[in-house]
């Protein structure tokens, strides 16, 4: 695909794969492979990585790809993806140590059981903590700028960051931190609640969302931000788009602002049915609806 040769990539102790399916990995299951797929085995093995690679590697970070379309070419350099040793999750008083690996549920299912309230919402966001910090992820009302204290991360050339809220630059869904920095780890604190009360607040909420959303379908969550005094799966329905279909792709049924691959999708589907329903909105209301989902890689 590129030039990057795992030869020319510094000494980890984590692991290097070439030219690596990225398919399996994201919740499209659609799209292209990571020219070199990198596993750190720890914090200082990642941090030492981007301190020695070459200035010119261009590194991208990947979660379980919940809100991620990659394009059939797939991502030139290497793609970091942070595995099961960043997963730690630790309950210390009202607050929440989580490794940017861990899944936003298991998170809030730790909260539950400690009697921390205000964490629910996670339980209902299919990513990991890394992408819900970048993401600014959130559902009914809460985000996680709510429950925030600090988070960890380490920069393209191996540096340190410890980040306060006023350094996260958290806006509806996106934080501004700089897009060469990955999120190792981070800590978030909520109320003291009831376990069983807090419980029966995220098995509601899991219980509406499967009946609202294609949660169990080949997706990668809302496509669109929802303009500023709009919906767009509205819009999108306004503009005669549900169900709409091309190729493998489909405009879900069950909520208009969701893309699905009906099972042989290519990235190029999803995409150009996305760009189609954007015009088709765009003509109907005026409206220019904006991505969500973070496309990345080469057509
Ligand atoms: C069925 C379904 C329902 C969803 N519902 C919601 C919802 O209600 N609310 C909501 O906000 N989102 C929702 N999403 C979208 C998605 O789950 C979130 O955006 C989630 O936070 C993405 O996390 P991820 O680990 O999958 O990140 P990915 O999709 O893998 O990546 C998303 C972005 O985060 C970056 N990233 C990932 N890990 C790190 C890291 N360690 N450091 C720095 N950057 C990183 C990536 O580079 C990319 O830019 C939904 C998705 C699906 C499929």
């Given at each position: 695909?590129?030039?990057?040769?795992?030869?020319?990539?510094?000494p980890?102790?984590?692991?290097?794969?070439?030219?690596?399916?990225?398919?399996?990995?994201?919740?499209?299951r659609?799209?292209?492979?990571?020219?070199?797929?990198?596993?750190?085995?720890?914090?200082?093995?990642?941090?030492?990585?981007?301190?020695?690679?070459?200035?010119?590697?261009?590194i991208?970070?990947i979660g379980?790809?919940?809100?991620?379309?990659?394009?059939?070419?797939?991502?030139?350099?290497?793609?970091?993806?942070?595995?099961g040793?960043?997963?730690k999750?630790?309950?210390?008083g009202?607050?929440i140590?989580?490794g940017?690996a861990?899944?936003?549920?298991?998170?809030a299912?730790?909260?539950?059981?400690?009697?921390?309230?205000?964490?629910?919402?996670?339980?209902?966001?299919?990513?990991?903590i890394?992408?819900?910090?970048?993401?600014n992820?959130?559902c009914?009302?809460?985000?996680?700028?709510?429950?925030?204290?600090?988070?960890?991360?380490?920069?393209?050339?191996?540096n340190?960051?410890v980040l306060?809220?006023?350094?996260?630059?958290?806006v509806?869904?996106?934080?501004?931190?700089?897009?060469?920095?990955?999120?190792?780890?981070?800590?978030?604190?909520?109320?003291?609640?009831?376990?069983?009360?807090?419980?029966a607040?995220?098995?509601?909420?899991v219980?509406?969302?499967?009946?609202?959303?294609?949660?169990?379908?080949?997706?990668?969550?809302s496509?669109?931000?929802?303009?500023?005094?709009?919906?767009?799966?509205?819009?999108?329905?306004?503009?005669?788009?549900?169900?709409l279909?091309?190729?493998?792709a489909q405009?879900?049924?069950?909520?208009?602002?969701?893309?699905?691959n009906?099972?042989d999708?290519?990235?190029?589907?999803?995409?150009?049915?996305?760009?189609e329903?954007?015009?088709?909105?765009?003509?109907k209301?005026?409206?220019?609806?904006e991505?969500?989902?973070?496309?990345?890689?080469?057509?």
């Amino acid at each position: 695909m590129m030039p990057h040769s795992r030869d020319a990539l510094p000494p980890v102790r984590g692991t290097y794969a070439e030219n690596a399916p990225l398919k399996d990995l994201v919740w499209f299951r659609a799209g292209g492979n990571a020219e070199i797929l990198f596993r750190p085995a720890d914090a200082d093995d990642l941090a030492t990585f981007l301190a020695a690679k070459n200035a010119d590697t261009r590194i991208s970070v990947i979660g379980v790809g919940s809100n991620l379309l990659v394009r059939d070419g797939g991502i030139p350099g290497v793609v970091v993806r942070l595995p099961g040793a960043f997963g730690k999750i630790v309950v210390e008083g009202k607050r929440i140590h989580a490794g940017a690996a861990a899944l936003d549920a298991a998170v809030a299912r730790q909260a539950a059981e400690a009697g921390i309230a205000g964490l629910e919402f996670l339980r209902g966001i299919p990513g990991t903590i890394g992408g819900a910090l970048r993401m600014n992820a959130g559902c009914y009302g809460r985000e996680i700028r709510d429950i925030f204290v600090e988070a960890t991360a380490i920069d393209g050339r191996g540096n340190r960051h410890v980040l306060k809220a006023a350094d996260m630059g958290f806006v509806y869904r996106k934080s501004q931190v700089p897009e060469d920095f990955i999120f190792v780890e981070a800590v978030f604190e909520g109320e003291a609640g009831d376990a069983a009360e807090i419980k029966a607040r995220m098995n509601a909420l899991v219980e509406q969302r499967e009946s609202t959303q294609p949660v169990k379908s080949r997706t990668g969550g809302s496509t669109f931000k929802n303009p500023p005094g709009h919906k767009s799966w509205q819009l999108i329905d306004e503009a005669g788009c549900r169900g709409l279909v091309r190729g493998g792709a489909q405009v879900s049924e069950k909520h208009c602002n969701f893309l699905i691959n009906t099972g042989d999708a290519t990235a190029a589907d999803i995409e150009s049915l996305g760009e189609e329903v954007r015009a088709r909105v765009k003509a109907k209301s005026g409206i220019d609806l904006e991505w969500e989902i973070k496309r990345v890689g080469v057509p």
